[in-house]
């Protein structure tokens, strides 16, 4: 690739040798409108402080995670231990736990690898930005099919416990399937975004 | 001679003290990566301003790749071999992050067809005939180049930002990790493609 590269600019400066001196003559002129554009300067302290609350923020992200699965678990244990809770409020739970330490798990999984990836040597860019693309697009299908998942889960609880405290629930079945379907409709946006910019970066790739 | 609870005793003192140590140690670099950061960045600023423009024209988004970064040069900094030239290492982290965002979309054109048509109500205003380069006042110059920077091939869009910056083939071949010949035969053609597009001829 290197080689052909150079062949055919090898035709090129041939071809242009007055260009190219042209070139060289604007070329001065060139850095200096280059090298004295204004800028606005930024406070780097606050630039430092805005940095580490980046990193902090999306480790706290998955530690605030890590923390409600284990309350999940905690409180599931109790459950089955008090024998206070009801089988479907059981159930929910036990279906509640599992899927968060699957969702836990993946999440993991995918973050360190696109953390794996960002400390990578820079000469293959692009397809290091592609394999971080791929890795978020499997994150949104995991949110979609969690999403899935738990609108089965929740609406099956709500509709048990309906019928086992005859109380009108119809207030929180609404409440609960717009949030999911909020949640749902936000991360296939998110999906097609992304895919699209997949589709720009592989064509990249190909040139 | 030692018990062994005195023995206990002696190395649950001596395991906390390498705690102690490491903890301290720890705290150090910490501070001690806080001040190379700034230093760098400080130093570096108007390199990395100067280099974003290359590659997206909104202001927002420039923002945005600055604090994206210098994000990335916080992370790699603990891995930064003292044999390198920071230069280098800075430069090559900023392209890329500004390689990722011009392959991921379409998104300066927009932008620079607003700062198309602001120059050329500039030029109408300025003359009635076609202005070269050169007529142009420093900043429609400055503008007219950035905006012909942006529309070259990410490739040459590499190099010549780094070019104008002054960077010697070596250098620019270390940040892209590609080697010097290729460096020039890349520059001379943006060089070509720069000059058809501002029109300097």
């Given at each position: 690739?290197?080689?052909?590269?150079?062949?055919?600019?090898?035709?090129?400066?041939d071809?242009?040798?007055?260009?190219?001196?042209?070139?060289?003559e604007?070329w001065?002129?060139?850095?200096?409108?280059?090298?004295?554009?204004?800028?606005?300067?930024?406070?780097?302290?606050?630039?430092?402080?805005?940095?580490?609350r980046?990193?902090?923020?999306?480790?706290c992200?998955?530690?605030?995670?890590?923390?409600a699965?284990?309350?999940?678990?905690v409180?599931?244990?109790?459950g089955?231990?008090?024998?206070?809770?009801?089988?479907?409020?059981?159930y929910?739970l036990?279906?509640?736990?599992v899927?968060?330490?699957v969702?836990?798990?993946?999440?993991?999984?995918?973050?360190s690898?696109?953390?794996?990836?960002?400390?990578?040597?820079?000469?293959?860019?692009?397809?290091?930005a592609?394999v971080?693309?791929?890795?978020?697009?499997?994150?949104?299908?995991?949110?979609?099919?969690?999403?899935?998942?738990?609108?089965?889960?929740?609406n099956?609880?709500?509709?048990?416990?309906?019928?086992?405290h005859?109380?009108?629930?119809?207030?929180a079945?609404?409440?609960?399937?717009?949030?999911?379907?909020?949640?749902?409709?936000?991360?296939?946006?998110?999906?097609?975004?992304r895919?699209?910019?997949?589709?720009?970066?592989?064509?990249?790739?190909i040139? | 001679?030692?018990?062994s609870?005195?023995?206990i005793?002696?190395?649950a003192?001596?395991?906390?003290?390498?705690?102690?140590?490491?903890?301290?140690?720890?705290?150090?670099?910490?501070?001690?990566?806080?001040?190379?950061?700034?230093?760098?960045m400080?130093?570096?600023?108007?390199?990395?301003?100067?280099?974003i423009?290359?590659?997206?024209?909104?202001?927002?988004?420039?923002?945005?790749?600055?604090q994206d970064?210098?994000?990335n040069?916080?992370?790699?900094?603990?891995k930064?071999?003292?044999?390198?030239?920071?230069?280098?290492?800075?430069?090559?982290?900023a392209?890329?992050?500004?390689a990722?965002?011009?392959?991921?979309?379409?998104?300066?054109v927009?932008a620079?067809?607003?700062?198309?048509?602001?120059?050329?109500?500039?030029?109408?205003?300025?003359?009635?005939?076609?202005?070269?380069?050169?007529?142009?006042?420093?900043?429609?110059?400055?503008?007219?180049?950035?905006?012909?920077?942006?529309?070259?091939?990410?490739?040459?869009?590499?190099?010549i930002t780094?070019?104008?910056?002054?960077?010697?083939?070596?250098?620019?071949?270390?940040?892209?990790?590609?080697?010097?010949?290729?460096?020039?035969v890349?520059?001379q053609?943006?060089?070509?493609?720069?000059?058809?597009?501002?029109?300097?001829?």
């Open positions: 690739m290197i080689d052909k590269e150079t062949t055919e600019s090898s035709k090129v400066i071809n242009q040798p007055e260009e190219s001196e042209l070139l060289d604007q001065l002129a060139l850095t200096e409108d280059w090298q004295s554009q204004p800028y606005d300067k930024v406070d780097i302290k606050v630039l430092f402080n805005k940095t580490r980046r990193i902090l923020g999306a480790k992200l998955l530690a605030l995670d890590l923390v699965t284990l309350a999940m678990i409180f599931m244990i109790i089955f231990i008090s024998d206070s809770f009801d089988m479907a409020t059981l929910f036990v279906f509640g736990v899927s968060s330490i969702y836990i798990a993946y999440t993991i999984y995918i973050r690898g696109t953390w794996a990836l960002s400390e990578q040597s820079p000469t293959d860019v692009i397809s290091t592609i971080g693309y791929k890795s978020s697009l499997k994150f949104i299908r995991l949110i979609k099919v969690s999403t899935i998942g738990m609108f089965f889960g929740t099956i609880y709500l509709v048990v416990m309906n019928q086992v005859e109380k009108p629930i119809i207030g079945l609404l409440l609960i399937n717009i949030l999911m379907a909020v949640m749902y409709t936000g991360a296939h946006y998110y999906q097609v975004k895919q699209e910019e997949l589709a720009h970066m592989q064509q990249f790739e040139k | 001679m030692l018990n609870s005195q023995l005793n002696a190395s003192t001596d395991y906390l003290n390498v705690v102690k140590r490491k903890s301290v140690d720890e705290k150090d670099k910490c501070l001690n990566h806080r001040a190379i950061f700034i230093e760098w400080t130093q570096y600023e108007k390199l990395l301003r100067h280099l423009v290359g590659f997206e024209a909104k202001p927002a988004l420039q923002d945005e790749l600055f970064i210098a994000l040069i916080w992370r790699a900094l603990p930064f071999r003292q044999d390198a030239s920071v230069k280098t290492f800075v430069a090559r982290i392209h890329n992050v500004l990722t965002h011009v392959a991921k979309a379409v998104k300066t927009k620079d067809q607003d700062i198309d048509s602001i120059l050329n109500t500039d030029n109408e205003q300025a003359s009635s005939e076609v202005t070269p380069y050169q007529a142009l006042n420093q900043q429609q110059r400055q503008q007219r180049l950035s905006q012909a920077i942006r529309q070259l091939k990410l490739e040459q869009q590499q190099v780094l070019a104008l910056e002054g960077m010697s083939y070596q250098e620019i071949a270390e940040v892209l990790s590609i080697t010097s010949n290729l460096v020039g890349r520059l053609r943006a060089k070509a493609t720069l000059s058809q597009l501002l029109e300097v001829k």
